[in-house]
């Protein structure tokens, strides 16, 4: 049974970092992918960053060069670093998985991603 457990989230003043871990449980998949999305209230889910198990990263405009995206040597667990938070970043963030194949160019609407763990709130006050 796959499992995704984040943490990491809190409440953080703009122009602050913080760093979501998501734990990954279950899966022993050799060619996959990991990403990370976000829910504002009253917004849609969006995608926010992935990553292909061969290291290949893609990420939403909106957090170039502000959030990284990684995993551990072991791979059993995903990062998200956002750095220079803003206020827009406030949302409930969920990591995901997709284990049959590398990510395309539709990730960010979330449907090639068939688990998800249950989500951490991250709010960045003005």
């Known amino acids: 049974q796959v499992q995704l457990v984040e943490s990491g989230g809190g409440s953080v003043q703009a122009g602050g970092s913080l760093r979501l871990s998501c734990a990954v449980f279950g899966y022993t998949s050799s060619s996959y992918c990991m990403g990370w999305f976000r829910q504002a209230p009253g917004k849609e889910r969006e995608g926010v960053a992935f990553?292909?198990?061969?290291?290949?990263?893609a990420y939403a405009d909106f957090v170039k060069g502000r959030f990284t995206v990684s995993q551990d040597n072991a791979k059993t667990t995903l990062y998200l670093q956002m750095n220079v938070l803003k206020p827009e970043d406030t949302a409930i963030y969920y990591c995901?998985?997709?284990?049959?194949?590398?990510?395309?160019?539709?990730?960010?609407?979330?449907?090639?991603?068939?688990?998800w763990g249950q989500g951490t709130q991250v709010i960045v006050s003005s």
């Open positions: 990553t292909n198990s061969d290291g290949s990263t």
């Open positions: 995901a998985a997709k284990l049959s194949g590398y990510c395309g160019p539709r990730w960010r609407s979330g449907i090639e991603f068939g688990y």
